[in-house]
């Protein structure tokens, strides 16, 4: 699921990382991050109103017929429909909502439940925001998913990302430079 996060990013850090095998560097935005996620994994669930769910944790997910893993950091399993949970120390995005939207076609395939909604939890910031409408988002992430593998297999460098304000805290600015 990384993959799609950096897509969205910058589609060039897929060819760093995949086609190059170019690890990152750990940025300071990037460290802080991993740093509170598990409190907020923990303060957002007791937000979520729906009551008398299965709750899971860093829920490790993976699709072969979709080439996508990752683990998402909730899960409510409500009966016959579940409601995925992604925590975000950032800005609200649409790219969090399709990244979401991904994790929702992984649970349904991985649990066999139906995911028409989920959350976003921005510590700090917007708070809990409940996402409708995943199921309308997969053209858009089966899209991005085709666009991955032709960049992996093509070993095809994109363009950069039009939000230059970006590159500057890129872990891959001092390769790319966003040229």
């Known amino acids: 699921m990384s993959e799609i996060r950096q897509y969205l990013y910058?589609?060039?850090?897929?060819?760093?990382?995949?086609?190059?095998?170019?690890?990152?560097?750990?940025?300071?935005?990037?460290?802080?991050?991993?740093?509170?996620?598990?409190?907020?994994?923990?303060d957002s669930l007791q937000l979520v109103p729906l009551r008398g769910c299965r709750v899971e944790r860093d829920v490790d997910l993976h699709s072969g017929?979709?080439?996508?893993?990752g683990r998402l950091d909730g899960l409510l399993i409500c009966g016959d429909r579940a409601y995925p949970l992604e925590v975000k120390f950032a800005t609200p995005a649409r790219s969090h909502r399709v990244q979401l939207a991904a994790y929702g076609m992984l649970v349904e395939e991985n649990f066999g439940v139906r995911v028409d909604e989920g959350y976003l939890y921005y510590p700090g910031g917007a708070g809990l925001v409940r996402v409708e409408g995943l199921g309308r988002m997969r053209g858009e992430v089966l899209r991005i998913i085709k666009d991955l593998k032709g960049i992996i297999k093509g070993e095809y460098l994109p363009p950069p990302t039009r939000n230059r304000s970006k590159c500057r805290v890129c872990e891959h600015f001092s390769v790319c430079r966003g040229v």
């Open 10 to 42: 910058c589609p060039r850090i897929v060819y760093w990382r995949r086609v190059l095998k170019m690890g990152g560097v750990e940025t300071p935005l990037m460290r802080k991050g991993r740093e509170r996620q598990a409190r907020a994994i923990r």
């Open 65 to 69: 017929r979709l080439g996508l893993r």
